[in-house]
Structure formats: C-alpha cells, structure tokens
C-alpha cells in the first residue's frame, strides 16, 4: 500500500503508526476488500484498468502525472459545472456551523477551499491525499487555507469522531474497497455528523447514454492527450466510472456504513451523483 509522506508542515502523517502533526495518536484497522475484490475482477476484466493489487500504486501515480493540468481538464471535462458540484457539497455537508471537516482524496484542494470559504474563522478544513502531486499542485490560495497532508483514505490517521462532516469528490471509484473506504469516513466523523460522496456515475440511460458514450470514451480522452499529454488516465476516467457502481447501490453502501436519511441528487445530465447522508 501507498506510504503518506508530509507534504505540508500543517499536517505531518506517517502511514504504519498513524501519528499526524496534529498531535493525534491513530489506530490502524485492516480493510477488507470483498466488495472491493470482486468490483475490481469486473472491471480488469476490461482491460483497461489495474487490477486490484495494482490499483493503489496505479492510481497514485497516474494523478501524479496528470496533476499539472488537473483543474483546467476538470472544467473543461464538465463545461464549467464542477464549480457548481462543489457549491451542491458544501450544501450538503453543512459546513457553516462546523468546526472540523475533513476532504477525503481532496487532490488539487478545489472542494475543500469551497467548504472552507462557507465556515467561521477559527474552524479548519482538513484535506488529504496519498498522491503528493496532487497536493502540490494546488493553488496558493488552498495551501493557505486548508490543512494539508497525505493520507491513505483506507486508513485515516484520525480517531474516531474527529470531524463535523466528511466529504470526498471522485474519490471513492478509484479505492479498491469501496465499503471499507466509507466505512472509514464514518469512523472519523462525528455522530450526527454529515457525509457527503460525490462521484461520476456509469452514465444516464434512455436517449443520452449513446451521447455520453460518446463524449467520455470519445472526446474525453482525446481532450486529456491534448491538454494534459495523457490518454491513459482519461481512459481510466470512463472506463473506470463505467464500471462502478449505480449511485442507488453506493447510497445502500452508505446506509451499510452507518449513514441514515441518505439521499442521491443527480446533477450533470445523470453523469454525476451526490450522495448524502448523517451518521446515526
Ligand atoms: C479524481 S481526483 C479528485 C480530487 C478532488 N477530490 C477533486 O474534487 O477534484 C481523485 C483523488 O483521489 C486520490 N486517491 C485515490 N485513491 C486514494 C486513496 N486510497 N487514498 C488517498 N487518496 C486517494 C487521488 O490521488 C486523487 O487525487
């Protein structure tokens, strides 16, 4: 698995001990990967993606090489939308009143600079991601005003109940066990604290799944060879969301977690889901 390395003095972890900069002594739990096993023998079978052993170290450094253009390809891949996701986020989560949120696989910081914005002086937001590229290639502007640090998402250097509310963006079709990964972020969020899971769906049906095809197989990766110099990783994109799961079996996931009162809202013609919920 993925070794965290600081990246930031806010936020020093270790992955094996779990201690961070904040002070926080860790426990480690052993993830395990049912679910995550077979959802990843489906979908080696295409070809494309890693396997489930490979997966971790794959994906870390395939965001480490497109983590340059990262945000640029994101508004373009979504005409601009992903703004608009990320406001629906920190809807849903709540922020204003809470003192501590935590951004699982936060990446270039975009989602966790959004709920950061929405909440009191004196709260924090706390990101994290075990590619360290990813971090680094934030704007300024996050690096002031988010914590942070890398961190394996199967492995949360936090105690339980640490945090207010819990999000992630297009982070939970990457992990090779998606339950255990939701389950993690239950552990570290508070009780009636929110989760909030964005992530890319399989794609609309009806009329507009031959378009969407089309676009994200077709003009998706041909747009990350030109903009980003990478086909692979936006073959990955697709191919990886094609084979995930429906956003009504992720939200039965969640309730499995611990979540109550989920709730899925559809955004980007069906292409995208938030999902939503309070740990009871
Ligand atoms: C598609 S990017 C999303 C970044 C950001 N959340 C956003 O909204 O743009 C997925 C991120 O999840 C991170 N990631 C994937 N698997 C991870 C894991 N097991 N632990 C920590 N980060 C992970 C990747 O390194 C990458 O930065």
């Not at 309730?255 to 559809?266: L, M, N, P, S, T």
């Amino acid at each position: 698995m993925y070794l965290g390395v600081s990246v930031r003095p806010r936020l020093r972890v270790r992955t094996g001990r779990h201690t961070t900069g904040l002070g926080l002594v860790l426990c480690t739990r052993q993830a395990r990967a049912e679910l995550g096993t077979r959802t990843m023998l489906a979908m080696a079978a295409m070809g494309v993606l890693p396997s489930a052993e490979d997966k971790p170290r794959y994906v870390a450094r395939m965001f480490g090489r497109i983590a340059h253009r990262y945000d640029l390809m994101n508004a373009l891949m979504s005409l601009g939308m992903d703004r608009g996701w990320r406001g629906i986020v920190a809807d849903e989560a709540s922020v204003e009143g809470a003192r501590r949120v935590l951004d699982v696989g936060t990446g270039t910081g975009q989602v966790a600079l959004t709920l950061r914005e929405r909440m009191s002086v004196g709260a924090s937001v706390v990101g994290v991601d075990f590619a360290e590229p990813m971090l680094r290639a934030g704007s300024p502007s996050v690096a002031g005003a988010v914590h942070l640090g890398a961190a394996d998402a199967l492995r949360l250097p936090f105690p339980a109940e640490t945090f207010d509310a819990v999000v992630s963006a297009y982070l939970v079709r990457n992990l090779v066990d998606v339950h255990a990964g939701l389950r993690e972020q239950v552990r570290v969020l508070r009780r009636g604290g929110r989760l909030v899971v964005l992530e890319i769906t399989p794609g609309p049906g009806g009329i507009l799944r031959p378009l969407f095809r089309l676009y994200f197989r077709g003009i998706v990766p041909l747009l990350g060879r030109l903009v980003a110099g990478e086909s692979e990783a936006y073959t990955y994109l697709p191919e990886s969301a094609a084979a995930f799961l429906q956003p009504e079996r992720l939200a039965d996931l969640l309730r499995d977690a611990g979540v109550q009162d989920v709730r899925v809202q559809r955004v980007g013609l069906g292409s995208v889901a938030i999902t939503s919920g309070t740990k009871g």
